[in-house]
């Protein structure tokens, strides 16, 4: 396989390290040297042509290809195994609705959360029980990895270069999470977004930090979601009051109680679409009257409607514990969800 | 153990506009003005319009703001700057 990039010769693997870091190449972690075996054999894997087109960033013109993406994905510790999530997490980065470039640009400092779904979780062996918004796994430790490598090499999305956040949040260093669809009798994301249940996909969203609450004192499904509706208000008071996408992580503790009550992720969604909202004066309590102006009953909600939601199963067996995953700044941006694999030309490159 | 380790950037700039050519004056000329519309462009881009009437002799300043400050300008304002003869473009943060 040719590949175009050009190549260093380097004494041993601490020289690696160092050459990496001194150009800038890093997220600040050691990384894997992205040797030509090791990239030819991820676009091996992909059926990925290393000059294969995979889109160009729409505002500064990168041309983003195939071969790159796999350096980067190596880099972060993927195997070929894990590449053809990394080839489809950009490529739905690339689509004009996520707006790539103010989602990675933007002061607001938000991170990719990526949400695998399908069949290719289990091959992978990615873990959507204990620990799952954290270091749950393998797999997802180093796709979410290889998207923020592709991000700081591809696009230039380096602390105070593209990348203007005030503050980050630590899901910039790796942002993936498998859902628990074997414990759940609910659909996945990607069925409920109209992937079929047979193929797998991921879905991106510009996501803040996970909100953490809990809730172990109830059953109802109501007084459950009334907690994480709560945390949305507050999101919507404290941070942004712009609707957009949310991703609530619910863990089987709690989602065994929505589930023996009938309660699907669109009654979930039906309902926290009513309750996540508030009135503009609220501004007012906390410290923003300023902006509150003659607009005090104007009512905002937290998604524009219910199948803004994303509702993800996953978590660990134990704790009454759940997740708001806010968005980076409402509707700006909007979570994709892309089917891997699926391409029109699926014979292999020639070597 | 020696390794041979690829090139992680792109390699290849992407490719850059033009600027356009400099004006010798700013006398008579119309100005644009593209906003990003967050709150700190408003007593920017108000200064600076007052600065360049007064102080330059521009004719006229047209405002614009984008509908999305995190995106590329709308169509519809790029289509407008053949008219003017500079574009002054601001981000308010």
Redesign the interface.
């Known amino acids: 396989m040719h ?1 175009a ?9 601490w020289a ?1 390290q160092e ?2 870091h001194a150009n800038g ?1 890093t997220d600040g972690l050691p990384i894997v ?4 075996e090791a ?1 030819s054999a991820c676009l091996e894997w992909a059926m990925a042509d290393p000059a294969q087109l995979v889109g160009i ?7 983003i290809t195939a071969e ?1 993406l796999a ?2 994905a190596v ?1 972060a510790g993927c195997l070929p195994m894990h590449f053809p999530v990394v080839l489809t997490t950009f490529a739905a980065m690339l689509r004009p609705d996520f ?1 790539l ?3 990675t ?3 607001g400092g938000c991170a990719v959360l990526i949400v695998v779904n399908g069949p290719i979780r289990l091959e992978l062996g990615a873990a959507g029980a204990f620990n799952a918004l954290g270091n749950s796994d393998r797999a997802t430790a180093v796709i979410g990895r290889a998207i923020r ?1 592709c991000l700081i ?2 696009m230039d999305v380096r602390p105070g270069a593209i990348d ?1 956040s005030t503050l980050g949040h630590p899901g910039k260093f790796s942002y993936c999470v498998a859902e628990d669809e074997e414990d759940t009798t609910w659909l996945s994301l990607a069925e409920q977004r109209g992937i079929p249940k047979e193929a797998s996909a991921v879905t991106v969203m510009a996501a803040g930090a996970p909100r953490q609450i809990m809730n172990e004192w109830t059953t109802r499904p109501e007084e459950i979601l009334e907690t994480f509706a709560a945390e949305m208000r507050a999101n919507l008071r404290h941070y942004s009051i712009h609707p957009g996408n949310y991703a609530l992580i619910i863990p089987k503790q709690l989602r065994e109680h929505l589930q023996a009550a009938k309660w699907s992720k669109t009654d979930i969604a039906n309902f926290i679409h009513e309750r996540a909202r508030i009135h503009r004066r609220e501004w007012a309590e906390v410290g923003k009257g300023a902006v509150v102006r003659d607009r005090g009953d104007s009512v905002y909600p937290a998604m524009e409607s219910p199948d803004q939601l994303l509702v993800v199963a996953a978590g660990g067996p134990a704790g009454g514990f759940g997740a708001v995953i806010p968005p980076w ?1 409402g509707n ?2 909007h979570a994709v969800t892309v089917p891997i694999g699926a391409c029109i030309d699926c014979e292999p490159p020639k070597k | ?12 700039a ?2 850059v506009g033009q600027l356009a050519p400099r004006l010798a004056t700013l006398q008579g000329k119309t100005i644009g003005f593209i906003s990003n519309g967050k709150e700190g462009t408003k007593g920017f881009f108000a200064h600076l319009d007052r600065m360049l009437r007064e102080e330059h002799g521009v004719a006229k300043v047209v405002s614009r703001t984008k509908s ?1 400050y ?3 300008v709308d169509a519809h304002i790029a289509a407008e700057i053949r008219n003017w003869d500079a574009v002054i473009s601001g981000i308010g ?1």
């Open positions: 590949l990039s050009r190549t260093y010769d380097i004494d041993d693997f690696v050459l990496f190449w040297p992205p040797t030509q990239v960033e729409p505002v500064r013109g990168v041309a790159k350096i980067n880099m707006l470039h103010g989602a640009a933007s002061t490598l090499n591809l203007r700044l700006k941006s | 153990m020696t390794f041979r380790v690829l090139d992680p950037t792109p390699e290849k992407p490719p999305n995190s995106a590329p943060d």
